[in-house]
């Protein structure tokens, strides 16, 4: 059996063969799907829930239909909640609505940096 046959029959556990791991090429799948189970499927250092929020940011941010539907059904099953989801949908348009903005008016970086340096600093002694 090769690694390919053998990958496809491990994703198999997930109770169907996703199509993408048809598509994409074969020598590659063994790869990805063992990067899939370990930060999708296994604990890491972020909680499972925390990671699919983040994957729903990410979604919404590059207007991917797959990966907002993948992260939201996954973050549900992880215990989110939809307040949790809504407000992740805000923070991303907050985040990339400031990235705009302050990309436009021509914010200097370096003194950006400073200047967020100086709120942590006055907020760290509070």
């Not at 999708?40 to 979604?59: N, R």
């Amino acid at each position: 059996m090769s690694d390919f046959e053998s990958t496809l029959k491990d994703i198999k556990t997930m109770g169907v063969v996703l199509e993408q791991f048809e598509k994409i090429p074969h020598d590659v799948v063994p790869h990805e799907w063992a990067e899939i189970k370990e930060y999708s499927f296994s604990e890491t250092k972020i909680p499972a829930k925390y990671k699919e929020l983040m994957g729903i940011a990410i979604a919404a941010t590059i207007k991917c239909p797959y990966c907002l539907y993948f992260h939201t059904k996954a973050a549900k099953m992880n215990g989110a909640t939809d307040e949790e989801i809504a407000e992740t949908a805000f923070l991303a348009r907050f985040t990339t609505g400031w990235s705009d903005m302050i990309h436009a008016a021509g914010i200097d970086l370096e003194e950006f940096k400073k200047q967020i340096d100086q709120v942590e600093a006055y907020l760290t002694k509070k």
